[in-house]
């Protein structure tokens, strides 16, 4: 039998709390959500905002769970299984991440940026696990618990290890990156996204550029050469001792220049010049920011000197993550309408991306382009300003008709010429009906907003309402 995840002595060394009830040998898995257990994982009871895991944890107990990191013990815990007590255990969680960190011998590539992340994180993923064995969550897990729960359930034979890293304030990068210590430190883009805790993008900049500070010796970063404030991020890089710094981009000193890039309905084909070697390749997701996006894996693969053309194949069986630009054929009276479910998340940069992307989609006879939008949040004394200013990317995105919903997409409402005013409603629940009597075939229609806009019900009702078109045999 090979070893599991974590022996207990791994955890006993790395966790130093105190166990209760007897131990087993070791743990096939980390998690801190119950219903997560199958069997034989390690539990951490987490104290979160709205929940308390220490509720959780005599029942993760039951369901299998190998033991319980808690720091309350009660009886009813006890009883129900072996516990490890330890001061804080989020701390401990965080103890075990840098210890999942220390043992493995393969390369960490570190993904931060204001959009782009999980794309990029999915893309490596999907391209060096074709080279060797690659450890990536499942989602975005980006933040002081999903680094480190990440790095925990990393095996200790993995060969790339891919972490993404968010942020909502200074600083939280920084005690990312000196858990994650990454080989290859990636920028993917430096935009308005959080922008409330920040004031300006050069603010937004440097906090991305403490990516740099937990930069392995003969690192690299692998840099978007057209971001903006690029100077701030090489320039934090060489201060930090990168060993190389790589860019990708339009702009013509990029080293991994974008030269031509073609987005159609399922795949973007790209054609770029890298290190003096013309390559082509195709992405298995539409859109020119993924485009940009796999310029970045492209560095990855150059920083780590891994087979490009191993790399640049494997990213035609991309496909977008879950509210990420998902299509969705749904079947109409009369033909079909496209459905583009970019409800995952929104700020001004992600919107002009999605509705770049909208642009280039063809609706069919008689159909469409419909953009269906809710609020961009967290943009603080900007909001109103930032949405108002999507008017004229709606024109340049051939957007036939706008439906709206949430007190700040009224100020895009109210921007918009009068012509292209669909609908606009307060709360995102009421979009489905209206939209139920006004879709109709040859309709493209995109759906996008902030996650606490609830746009992703609106997709979903639309997948209910209409049936998905299934391919035929
Ligand atoms: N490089 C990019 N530039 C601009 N927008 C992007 C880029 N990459 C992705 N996006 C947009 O941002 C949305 C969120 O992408 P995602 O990869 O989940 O970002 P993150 O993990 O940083 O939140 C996508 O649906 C897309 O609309
Ligand atoms: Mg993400």
Known sequence: MSAPLW????????????????????????????????????FFAIRGVRMDGHAFAAG????????AVVSSPDEEMTGAGPVIVVPDTL?????????????????????????????TKDMLALAFSDIGRTHA??????????????????????????????????????????????????????????????????????????????????GVAVLNRDMPHFGILQ????????????????????????????????CVCVHARAGGQDISYRVGMPGMHVAQNSLAVVGAAMALKADLSVVIQALARMRPPKGRGERTRLAAPGGDILLIDESYNANPASMRAALAALAESEPGRGGRRIAVLGDMLELGEMGAELHAALADELEAARVDVLYVSGPLMAHLWEAAPAHLRGARV???????????????????VMVKGSLGSKMGPVAQALREMFEPVTDEA
């Open 7 to 42: 022996t207990w002595p791994e955890v006993a060394a790395a966790l130093k709390g105190a166990p209760l009830g007897d131990m087993p040998e070791g743990f096939c898995g980390v998690s801190f959500d119950s219903r997560e257990i199958t069997g034989g994982e390690l």
């Open 60 to 67: 993760a107990l039951r369901a299998g769970a190998g033991a």
């Open 91 to 119: 701390q401990a969680l965080q103890a075990l991440g840098r210890a999942g960190r220390a043992r493995v011998k393969g390369s960490i590539i570190g993904v931060t940026g204001s959009v782009g992340k999980t794309t």
């Open 137 to 218: 969550a499942r989602a975005s897990f980006n933040n002081h618990w999903g680094v480190p729960l990440t790095l925990a359930r990393m095996p200790r034979e993995t060969r790339f290890g891919i972490i993404e890293m968010g942020m909502n304030a200074p600083g939280e990068i920084a005690a990312l990156t000196a858990m994650a210590r990454p080989h290859v430190a990636v920028v993917t883009q430096v935009a308005e996204s959080h922008i409330g805790a920040f004031g300006d993008l050069a603010a937004i900049a440097r906090a991305k550029a403490e990516i740099f500070t937990g930069l392995e010796a003969a």
């Open 235 to 266: 320039a934090a890089a060489k201060d930090a001792g990168a060993a190389e710094i790589l860019t990708y981009g339009r702009h013509e000193e990029a080293d991994i220049r974008l030269l031509d890039a073609a987005s159609g309905e399922a």
């Open 426 to 444: 307060a709360q995102a629940a009421e979009l489905p009906k209206i939209l139920r009597g006004d879709l109709r075939a040859g309709d493209v």
